[in-house]
């Protein structure tokens, strides 16, 4: 019985980690279409977005028959409670990805980024893959150096979310009031789809040495 335990702990975190794999996806394609106005794939990343809510339900489901039958405890209590918390968050990080890919497709056949701002969100796109991808290798090894990367290009893309804002603001743009509320959106989006792997980071932090409050800590992120 204890064996057949041990699997399903092991099936949640896996799919975890299938989860996080879709939204990797999913943000690799909303990016994509955001920099190219291609509206095709920003249509796949809206038509696919089921298919991570999908999953995210069946494992919450796991995950709360899990903790309501065995009652685990200790380590095996912490790893239910991280994995329908994680889940919550890679939810809402392919709802983000979606949000992106609607931007693209409400503005079709013209391109949602204005213009002068096409290096920025480029490279806001690519740190937010960057982060997807090194959250995969997170849940999957739970290595916390991965946690610390996660953080640092958060930081990065933090920076870049205020240059948005400073140019929007400024007196230099040039841009009329929808452009200025596509690029503050967008810019919102990306920004939070990092800010929602930090939040993952530190849940695996937590799982990996059963302290919260010590999960910001640069020492337990392994810096």
């Given at each position: 019985?204890?064996?057949?335990?041990?699997?399903?702990?092991?099936?949640?975190?896996?799919?975890?980690?299938?989860?996080?794999?879709?939204?990797?996806?999913?943000?690799?394609?909303?990016?994509?279409?955001?920099?190219?106005?291609?509206?095709?794939?920003?249509?796949?990343?809206?038509?696919?977005?089921?298919?991570?809510?999908?999953?995210?339900?069946?494992?919450?489901?796991?995950?709360?028959?899990?903790?309501?039958?065995?009652?685990?405890?200790?380590?095996?209590?912490?790893?239910?409670?991280?994995?329908?918390?994680?889940?919550?968050?890679?939810?809402?990080?392919?709802?983000?990805?979606?949000?992106?890919?609607?931007?693209?497709?409400?503005?079709?056949?013209?391109?949602?980024?204005?213009?002068?701002?096409?290096?920025?969100?480029?490279?806001?796109?690519?740190?937010d893959v960057q982060v997807a991808r090194t959250l995969t290798k997170l849940l999957k090894t739970q290595d916390l150096q991965y946690a610390?990367?996660?953080?640092?290009?958060?930081?990065?893309?933090?920076?870049?979310?205020?240059?948005?804002?400073?140019?929007?603001?400024?007196?230099?743009?040039?841009?009329?009031?929808?452009?200025?509320?596509?690029?503050?959106?967008?810019?919102?989006?990306?920004?939070?789809?990092?800010?929602?792997?930090?939040?993952?980071?530190?849940?695996?932090?937590?799982?990996?040495?059963?302290?919260?409050?010590?999960?910001?800590?640069?020492?337990?992120?392994?810096?």
């Amino acid at each position: 019985m204890r064996e057949v335990f041990h699997d399903t702990l092991e099936d949640i975190q896996g799919r975890l980690a299938e989860i996080s794999e879709l939204v990797t996806e999913a943000i690799e394609k909303a990016t994509a279409a955001f920099a190219s106005g291609d509206v095709s794939l920003a249509e796949d990343v809206i038509a696919n977005d089921d298919r991570i809510d999908a999953l995210v339900l069946s494992t919450d489901e796991i995950a709360i028959e899990t903790l309501a039958m065995q009652q685990p405890v200790a380590q095996d209590l912490r790893v239910i409670v991280t994995a329908l918390r994680v889940s919550a968050s890679l939810e809402r990080m392919g709802d983000l990805a979606e949000h992106i890919a609607q931007l693209v497709r409400s503005r079709y056949p013209e391109r949602a980024i204005p213009k002068g701002l096409k290096k920025t969100f480029t490279k806001m796109g690519e740190l937010d893959v960057q982060v997807a991808r090194t959250l995969t290798k997170l849940l999957k090894t739970q290595d916390l150096q991965y946690a610390t990367l996660i953080r640092d290009t958060d930081d990065d893309i933090d920076e870049l979310h205020a240059s948005v804002y400073e140019r929007v603001l400024a007196d230099t743009f040039t841009g009329e009031i929808p452009h200025a509320i596509d690029a503050t959106l967008a810019s919102r989006y990306h920004e939070r789809f990092a800010d929602h792997a930090v939040s993952v980071a530190k849940k695996v932090v937590y799982l990996a040495t059963g302290d919260w409050a010590g999960s910001d800590d640069e020492d337990s992120l392994g810096a």
